[in-house]
């Protein structure tokens, strides 16, 4: 039994989980480290028995942890519990006798990460991310490579791969901090500006896939930093173009120029021919790329209004959304064969929610909530559901002033920010609106749940 678990981690469950950029190198990393770390192994057995439960239960389900679940788990459940247990236990029994290891800490918090986001504890996934991102910091510090996130100073220690992992994670922990808190601070740390040290050496193609992947991930790097250091609702929100400062403007500049460029270059790279599955991880990466050029293009506008320019573009992120879901679904469409309803990276959640923000096609924003809501989904600690409600609440804000279908520019609600308990999984949710065409934005809030 303990084999038909760990045979459908390696086989199926890990393949769909990590991120695109890994290509199968964690994998191997891990079932290397199964055969000395028992915890691990316990871990892999008991996240593959995970998967197996959410692939004979409920299509719309993505996580265990309801009361109702709880009382009726599955046998595939009662095992992934107990497993994990038993990776814990072995994990607290050796804490405080065994020498630290990095890599096996890692390893090992990536699989606790992965067990309790997806089986609904996401503040403890929360907690497993900060301290990695810690550690980690307090490693390539002490090897003098602080500087140059994205890669390892001893990949014969910790391979830059698996640091790769938790920098998408780190992106995702600082959507859900305090902009002034500490593990904030250590995320953009770890996030560092290792896309500046790429920009110079973009090539006018790309060999393969993997090739545009790692240049990819540099300016997404560097486009998240500079969304979390400038995307301020308060920063911008009376401020016209010529009174922000010059280095800011070109910083915004130089990143949206590479992002069209790496776009360019990977429309021809498209047509050369490709399996489905690298199909698949294309779209995703190309979906991605295409929603961190809006994101950083309108981020220091204070008019609601630049983002009808991107409209093409928001719909080519929901087209391809839609596409990659729709493939997830038809190639495991068998009773036994769900897809995946966990990853660690960002892959469709957060690119299809700044896209229902962003967009005021009404028709096209309605696509982006559906697909939010009709494919369950959790990235990371990003929960579908959560974000289909967040543009839910935008979308009925604005409708109450539309004029034919056109949302005008003054009714545009702008400024989302929220606060979260992950705990609750509740979030409260602000934005500033108009109520007339010549009155003072108002603030609105609720709350929403998930």
């Not at 247990?85 to 918090?109: C, E, P, W, Y």
Request: net charge neutral; glycine share 4%.
């Amino acid at each position: 039994m303990e084999y038909q678990y760990f045979d459908r981690f390696y086989s199926r469950t890990s393949v769909q989980i990590f991120p695109s950029f890994d290509f199968g190198l964690t994998r191997q990393i891990l079932l290397q480290a199964c055969e000395t770390n028992a915890a691990i192994r316990h871990c892999v057995i008991a996240i593959g028995a995970l998967d197996k439960t959410a692939t004979t239960q409920n299509r719309g389900r993505v996580s265990f942890d309801s009361p109702d679940w709880t009382a009726n788990a599955s046998n595939h459940h009662r095992i992934a519990m107990k497993q994990y247990a038993k990776a814990v236990g072995i994990m607290n029994a050796s804490a405080s006798t065994s020498q630290f290891n990095l890599r096996d800490t890692l390893l090992t918090s990536i699989l606790v990460l992965c067990f309790e986001a997806w089986n609904g504890n996401i503040s403890l996934a929360v907690q497993q991310i900060h301290t990695c991102v810690k550690l980690i910091l307090q490693w390539k510090s002490s090897r003098g490579s602080i500087s140059n996130p994205g890669s390892s100073p001893q990949p014969n220690v910790v391979e830059s791969e698996l640091l790769l992992i938790f920098d998408c994670l780190a992106i995702q922990v600082t959507f859900f901090s305090s902009g002034d808190s500490a593990a904030t601070s250590r995320g953009l740390h770890l996030l560092g500006s290792a896309g500046r040290i790429c920009f110079g050496s973009l090539p006018d193609s790309f060999t393969d896939l993997q090739d545009a992947e790692i240049y990819g991930q540099e300016i997404l790097r560097q486009g998240i930093l500079f969304l979390m250091q400038h995307n301020s609702p308060e920063k911008y929100a009376n401020a016209s173009r010529n009174v922000i400062s010059p280095e800011i403007l070109a910083e915004q500049a130089i990143i949206t120029t590479h992002a069209l460029r790496w776009r360019h270059n990977f429309e021809k790279l498209k047509k050369n021919s490709a399996p489905k599955f690298v199909t698949r991880y294309t779209k995703a990466l190309e979906l991605f790329m295409a929603s961190n050029y809006t994101a950083t293009a309108t981020c220091l506008s204070n008019d609601e209004t630049v983002h009808d320019f991107y409209t093409d573009i928001y719909s080519q992120v929901v087209d391809l959304a839609g596409e990659i879901l729709n493939e997830l679904t038809n190639d495991f469409s068998s009773s036994d064969l769900q897809a995946s309803k966990y990853s660690f990276d960002n892959r469709y959640i957060l690119p299809v929610l700044m896209a229902g923000l962003g967009c005021r096609n009404l028709s096209l924003r309605k696509r982006a909530i559906d697909l939010l809501l009709m494919y369950p989904r959790r990235e990371g600690i990003w929960d579908s559901e959560c974000a289909a409600k967040m543009v839910l609440w935008i979308s009925g804000l604005e409708c109450n002033h539309s004029e034919n279908g056109y949302i005008p520019g003054w009714a545009r609600a702008a400024g989302l920010v929220w606060t979260t308990d992950l705990e609750t999984r509740t979030a409260d949710l602000r934005c500033c609106q108009r109520i007339t065409p010549l009155s003072d934005p108002v603030e609105k809030q609720t709350t929403i749940s998930w």
